[in-house]
């Protein structure tokens, strides 16, 4: 069995038996108290760059596997708290170290964000950054509180067309929430801690743009833990394959003496 597969094995195992995680809070005590810990940001360098938990080492998830670190002893690992689940992975591999006793960070960077814990970030404008999730991962993703946030609007149909409906999200993600607005939307899920931590916020257009300014007006109101959902509408009556089962969000209404050409 090749090295690639066994890691992924036992990540996989390890996610069936995973239940040590760190809440935030208990983080920003023990960083207080002067508790001795190594911090780690799984995240890829460009983003821990912008921004990180305080004393935070980068070591990107995918290169945990293969990389030589010393014996640090107690470790708390996390990685941006939207969907990904990388730490997962990452937090196997460094157990597998020797000397090292890893643990995640409940809710990730986002979680830690959404508490208003201190982070490294600077003052003044940033490049905008939006994490996108892809509709699979969304369809998958059974560990969060998750909140389908519909930003979609029918188009009016067309003459001599039949508007098509927009798909049903509470059908197509039966785990997750539906609602119509981002705000006022208290978390569900609860930390080792007994800690509410917020929902995953999925702003889901119609691939308009919609979901980026409201990643902007969120972002405005102090609210980080958010992602979009990539492709819009368009994934979802996809249902995530390549390629397009339809055209657009309307259909043609063809009759016995209508010809129309593909």
Not at 6 to 12: E, G, H, I, V
Not at 46 to 69: S, T
Not at 94 to 109: H, S
Not at 217 to 240: K, P
């Amino acid at each position: 069995m090749n090295r690639k597969l066994l890691f992924w094995l036992s990540a996989f195992a390890f996610v069936a038996t995973f239940a040590r995680a760190m809440s935030p809070s208990q983080l920003q005590q023990a960083m207080t108290n002067g508790t001795k810990l190594t911090i780690i940001d799984e995240r890829n360098t460009e983003v821990y760059q912008r921004a990180h938990v305080p004393g935070a080492i980068n070591v990107p998830a995918a290169l945990c596997p293969d990389k030589k670190l010393p014996p640090l002893g107690h470790v708390v690992a996390y990685d941006d708290g939207l969907g990904n689940n990388t730490a997962v992975g990452a937090v196997t591999a460094l157990n597998a170290k020797p000397g090292i006793n890893a643990e995640i960070l409940d809710g990730g960077f986002a979680g830690w964000e959404a508490l208003n814990f201190a982070d490294t970030r600077g003052r003044g404008a940033e490049k905008e950054l939006n994490v996108m999730l892809t509709y699979q991962q969304v369809k998958t993703n059974s560990t969060d509180d998750i909140v389908l946030v519909d930003l979609r609007k029918a188009a009016p149909a067309k003459s001599g067309e039949k508007a098509l409906p927009l798909s049903d999200l509470q059908t197509e993600f039966p785990q997750a929430r539906v609602a119509s607005t981002p705000f006022k939307q208290s978390g569900k899920r609860k930390s080792s801690s007994g800690e509410t931590l917020p929902p995953l916020l999925v702003l889901v257009d119609k691939g308009d743009g919609t979901a980026e300014e409201m990643a902007r007006t969120l972002r405005a109101n102090g609210i980080t833990r958010f992602v979009i959902l990539a492709g819009g509408e368009e994934a979802i009556t996809r249902q995530g394959q390549p390629g397009s089962k339809r055209s657009g969000y309307s259909v043609p209404v063809v009759t016995p003496t209508t010809t129309t050409s593909n």
